[in-house]
Nanobody, 126 residues
Framework: QVQLLESGGGLVQSGGSLRLSCAAS????????MGWFRQAPGKEREFVAA????????YYADSMKGRFTISRDNAKNTMYLQMNSLKPEDTAIYYC???????????????????WGQGTQVTVSS
C-alpha cells in the first residue's frame, strides 16, 4: 500500500510561486500514475495535473496550463508541482493522489485514484 505525504504549502502573495512535493512510500511506489487535486472551501475537489507512470505523460487542467508544472523523480519516489503566477483563486488544500495503472490516458476524476495524501494548504493573498 502506498502512503503519500505532501509538503511545500504556505502563504504567498498574488503573482508568487510555490513548489509542492509529494513523497511516496511503500512497495514499488514509483510504478504509480500520480496526480494533484485541490479543494477550496465550499467547493468540490478538482483536478489540477497528473503524470503517468509509463512515459511520464503530463496532463493539466485548462486553468493551470502555462502556470503549473508537474514532474516526478522516480528515483526519489517524489512528485512535484511547481506553481507560478499564483492567484487568490488558487487558494485551496492541495492533495496528492496515486493509482496503480499502466494507463497513459487522462485520469482527472478523484474516484479514479486509490491513494491520497492528507493535503497541504496553499493560500494566495491579493
Amino acid at each position: 500500500q502506498v502512503q503519500l505525504l505532501e509538503s511545500g504549502g504556505g502563504l504567498v502573495q498574488s503573482g508568487g510561486s510555490l513548489r509542492l512535493s509529494c513523497a511516496a512510500s511503500g512497495p514499488t511506489c514509483s510504478n504509480y500514475y500520480m496526480g494533484w487535486f485541490r479543494q477550496a472551501p465550499g467547493k468540490e475537489r478538482e483536478f489540477v495535473a497528473a503524470v503517468t507512470y509509463i512515459g511520464g505523460v503530463k496532463y493539466y487542467a485548462d486553468s493551470m496550463k502555462g502556470r503549473f508544472t508537474i514532474s516526478r523523480d522516480n528515483a526519489k519516489n517524489t512528485m512535484y508541482l511547481q506553481m507560478n503566477s499564483l492567484k487568490p483563486e488558487d487558494t485551496a488544500i492541495y492533495y496528492c493522489a496515486a493509482v496503480s495503472t499502466a494507463s497513459s490516458r487522462l485520469l482527472d476524476t478523484a474516484n479514479e485514484y486509490d491513494y491520497w495524501g492528507q493535503g497541504t494548504q496553499v493560500t494566495v493573498s491579493s
